[in-house]
């Protein structure tokens, strides 16, 4: 299983950013997503997820700024980003949130965001 993240980089305050996530090693289109995110001294968050037939969910935090999207036939997962705020800094983790491929985790893509 191998969860490649890209598109992090910096940004300043009220930018935006869209990150994406090759998943590859599973059957990406009968499993649920989800991008999850770790700033320096916190514990690792969940950002959004989508399940396998489009449905999503956001936290508190994020809701109205991010929107999660999938592509099957590209076994891709996005993220979305726009208004970023300072506190939006982390490394952000795609996963796929349930079941047997959920203790895979790739190397992230850093997103600095500055005020």
């Known amino acids: 299983v191998q969860l490649q993240a890209s598109g992090g980089g910096l940004v300043q305050a009220g930018g935006s950013l869209r990150l994406s996530c090759v998943a590859s090693?599973?059957?990406?289109?009968?499993?649920?997503m989800a991008w999850y995110r770790q700033a320096p001294g916190n514990q690792r968050e969940l950002v959004a997820s989508?399940?396998?037939?489009?449905?999503?969910n956001y936290a508190d935090s994020v809701k109205g700024r991010f929107t999660i999207s999938r592509d099957n036939i590209k076994s891709t997962v996005y993220l979305q980003m726009n208004s970023l705020k300072p506190d939006d800094t982390a490394v952000y983790y795609c996963?796929?949130?349930?079941?047997?491929?959920?203790?895979?985790w790739g190397q992230g893509t850093l997103v600095t965001v500055s005020s």
């Open positions: 996963n796929p949130p349930i079941g047997r491929y959920s203790n895979y």
């Open positions: 090693g599973f059957i990406f289109r009968l499993n649920p």
């Open positions: 989508i399940t396998s037939s489009g449905t999503t």
